[in-house]
Structures are given as C-alpha cells and as structure tokens.
C-alpha cells in the first residue's frame, strides 16, 4: 500500500517509531564510543585490570603497651584508605568480616575468608605493637584462594612509637602490598605533593603527603611564589617568586630545608619544568621582549632558547618517559593551545585546534597529556574550564571532570593511576584527587586558597 494512502494516525506512529529507532542508535553509538574511550584510558593507566578483592581486617596488639590503641588506629586508618584509594583493589566491608581475625598465619581459616559472603582474594593482616619505645609492625598478605603456596607478603616495619611512625609504616606496607598486586608499579602512599597556599597571608609554597595529611610551610618569602616543581630525585624544588627585580626562578633544597642560590634572568621567568634526569630546567622567560621556551642547566647555566613565536609561549613540561619531548602553552594563533616539540625545537605539532588550553602535564608513562581546556570559548559562548586526558599517538580526547567549578593545573601521580588538581567547587580554590579516569573524587585540601599542585616523582 502507498504510504499516502494509509491512515494519518498510522503515518504518524510510523514517524514516531522512526524517530526512536533513530534516537535509540545515536544513544548507542555515543556510550559505544564513550565505553571505548574509557577502555584507552583503564588500559593506559593500569587501571583497567579487574581490581582483587581484598579483606584488611584492623590489626591486632601485640603487647600490652598503652600506647597500642592510638598507634593501632592511626595505622588502621591510613593503611586502609591507601589501599582503598589505590585503583588497584576492592576492598570488603568490614561488615562481612568473620569474627575470629588472624594474628599469625596460622590462623587463618581460609573457607571463611574466601567463600560469602567476604569471598575475597588476598588478606592483609598482622600486629602492632610498642616495645622499648619502638612500635614493630608484623604484617602479610595471604592469597586466600590458593590453599598450596598462599603466602604473598610478610614483612616486619620497625621504627620510634609515634603517631608519625605509625602513619609511615602503614604507608609503606600499602606500598608494598600494591607493589605485589598493581603489576609490579610502585605505589604513591609514601609520595608528596607540592602546592601554593595563601593561608598565612602571603602565597607561599608548601608541601603534603600525598592523602593531605602533614602540611607544613616550605617558604617564607613574604610575596608570591607559584608553580612549584619538585626535582626527579626529591631533593629540590624549582618554582617563581615575584622580587624586587620581577619575576625569577628559585631553588629550595630540601636535603638543607632552606634556599639556594640560583641565576638571575631579565625578563619575567615563570613555570620551571624538570628533564627526566634532573640535568636541566625548561622554563618561560620575557628576557627577549614576548614569552618563549628556554633551557638550561639545573645549575643555571647554558641558556638555550628553543620557541621563537610570535605569541607568548610558557607552561613547558618534559614528556618523563622520553626526555626528549616538551609540551607547552603556544599563544601565536590567539588563544592559547597545547603544543609538542622536541627538547631541541624541532618537530612541533600543534594537540589542542579550539578553544582555552592551558596547563599541561606529562603523564609518567609518555601517553597521555592532561591538560585544562575551556572548549567553547569567547563572548556568549557557554563553557567551564575542565580536565581533559588526550592520547599523544591519535590525539583522541577524553573529559574527565563535568562543570564541577574551574579546574586546573591537573598533574600526574607517579604511579601514573591518580591525578591532583585545583578547583574552586567547593566554594573556593583548593586542591582535590582523582583516579586518572575520572572517579574517587575527594578533597585534600581545606584551610585557605590552594592551587598549582604537583606530585613528587616518586
């Protein structure tokens, strides 16, 4: 039958039909491409592995000192939120847990760790106790499914008993616990985060453990200190300071808990970036009139220019994996754009084609670039500043954060699975993490305005 010739209702439900039909595969092939999207990134990051499940049940006293009960909660407490947020295990509730709890491996009943409802993979277990004013930690990961050989771990961590020492003792067994179970990737537990905070007046550069605990005052400059950058192997940290003379490069060093003595540049000198080996500094100067890309040795000499634009250039960062590669900030075509180039200046490529893109971060294993970026922007054009993670190879982009406030200065863990940033959602700026694909979000910071995080290498 002609279509004309049926009924005008049944015209129009075949319309409607039509139109869901349409809506229906748009819908698929969007959460097609968005699943695939999130497969590049898990497989990148190692976070797409099925996480094991593991039980961590509170460790037990193993003396009778007074100081056990606080000790034992402080470890506790850090050792289950590092493994928790590790992106490399589940962990059961403790809810599920059987009663007994083992001491020693020879009290472990395994039919009750690995069936239901705990049905886990590993245990984590051990004993804490304070003898002679030190606190000595026994602790082991048990592979409950595997009757035969089950032992994974077992370690004794001894140091002076303090709150502090029951906190890195913690950190390191969850270091060595995901050693064993995130495919050989050291851990961040013992990692440290740099950052600018104005919570004594002034923005000064401070520094953190990696889950926001322990933050303590690096400078005391009394002006304004930005972009701090910690050297490959922790011993310094490279940032700007506004001086009577401008804007320069300082160095602090943390072996000497002061400052040393660094060159002084004409021009404003911002933004320093480490080379994989810790032999040199990438940095922005206007010592030639516009902003552009310099190099130059960790002592401060052999100044080398490597952008030549008509725009400013600034915000280098070293592709760590290489050492050969440097991303930056170009502003020759207007807004400012995420570029590549070679540490000599060759082979530059243009990442980013629209848009406000700034801040980029190298990530450790040379794949991915993180970066800021305001993709419609202008007058009357609707758009937050959001994360983004861009594969260096096909240029292929993924948002990782969703009109959550301004985020910024994204940076990299150096396990390469977590991403610190600043972001004012809260009401204000201060600095939050998150899994590099975009979930356990949470937030590290919370006494005055903080931003421009950067995780140590190591």
């Given at each position: 039958m002609d279509d004309s010739a049926r009924p005008a209702s049944q015209r129009r439900w075949r319309f409607v039909r039509a139109a869901i039909l349409l809506v229906t595969v748009l819908v698929i092939c969007l959460c097609g491409t968005s699943l695939l999207a999130q497969d590049w990134i898990k497989t990148g990051t190692g976070l797409g592995v099925e996480k094991v499940k593991l039980a961590l049940p509170d460790f037990s006293p193993s003396t009778n000192d007074p100081q056990n009960t606080a000790l034992l909660k402080t470890f506790d407490d850090t050792l289950w939120n590092d493994l928790d947020n590790s992106g490399v295990v589940e962990m059961v509730s403790k809810s599920f847990y059987p009663l007994q709890v083992p001491k020693q491996p020879s009290d472990i009943n395994y039919s009750a760790w690995n069936s239901d409802p705990v049905n886990a993979a590993m245990l984590a277990f051990g004993t804490l106790g304070v003898t002679s004013g030190n606190v000595i930690v026994q602790g082991w990961l048990y592979d409950v499914k595997n009757t035969g050989s089950p032992q994974v771990l077992g370690k004794q961590y001894t140091d002076v008993a303090t709150d502090e020492s029951a906190r890195l003792i913690a950190h390191k067994f969850a270091d060595d616990i995901i050693y064993r179970l995130g495919g050989g990737v050291n851990?961040?537990?013992?990692?440290?985060?740099?950052?600018?905070?104005?919570?004594?007046?002034?923005?000064?550069?401070?520094?953190?453990?990696?889950?926001?605990?322990?933050?303590?005052?690096?400078?005391?400059?009394?002006?304004?200190?930005?972009s701090p950058r910690p050297s490959p192997d922790g011993s310094r940290v490279a940032f700007s300071s506004l001086n009577k003379g401008g804007w320069e490069i300082m160095m602090y060093s943390n072996d000497l808990n002061r400052l040393v003595?660094?060159?002084?540049?004409?021009?404003?000198?911002?933004?320093?970036?480490?080379?994989?080996?810790?032999?040199?500094?990438?940095?922005?100067?206007?010592?030639?009139?516009v902003s552009q890309i310099y190099l130059v040795d960790a002592g401060g000499g052999n100044l080398k220019r490597l952008t030549s634009d008509k725009g400013p250039d600034v915000s280098p960062t070293w592709n760590r994996k290489t050492g050969t590669d440097i991303a930056y900030v170009g502003g020759s075509t207007g807004l400012p754009q995420i570029y590549t180039m070679g540490v000599d200046g060759t082979n530059l490529q243009r990442m980013t084609d629209q848009g406000y893109a700034v801040s980029p971060n190298w990530s450790p294993n040379g794949q991915f670039l993180l970066f800021a970026w305001v993709r419609k922007y202008g007058p009357g054009a609707p758009g937050a500043s959001d994360l983004y993670l861009m594969d260096i190879a096909s240029k292929q982009w993924v948002q990782l954060t969703h009109d959550g406030g301004r985020n910024d200065f994204p940076c990299w863990s150096p396990d390469g699975r977590h991403i610190v940033f600043q972001t004012n959602r809260s009401g204000q700026l201060e600095i939050w993490m998150e899994l590099a694909d975009g979930t356990h979000v949470h937030q590290l910071t919370f006494t005055g305005h903080n931003s421009q995080p950067n995780w140590s290498w190591k």
């Open positions: 851990g961040i537990a013992e990692s440290k985060i740099y950052f600018v905070s104005d919570r004594t007046g002034h923005k000064e550069i401070w520094v953190m453990d990696y889950d926001g605990a322990n933050q303590r005052q690096l400078t005391h400059l009394g002006t304004i200190s930005l003595s660094f060159p002084r540049y004409s021009g404003t000198n911002l933004s320093p970036s480490w080379s994989p080996d810790g032999m040199k500094l990438a940095f922005s100067s206007s010592r030639s009139g």
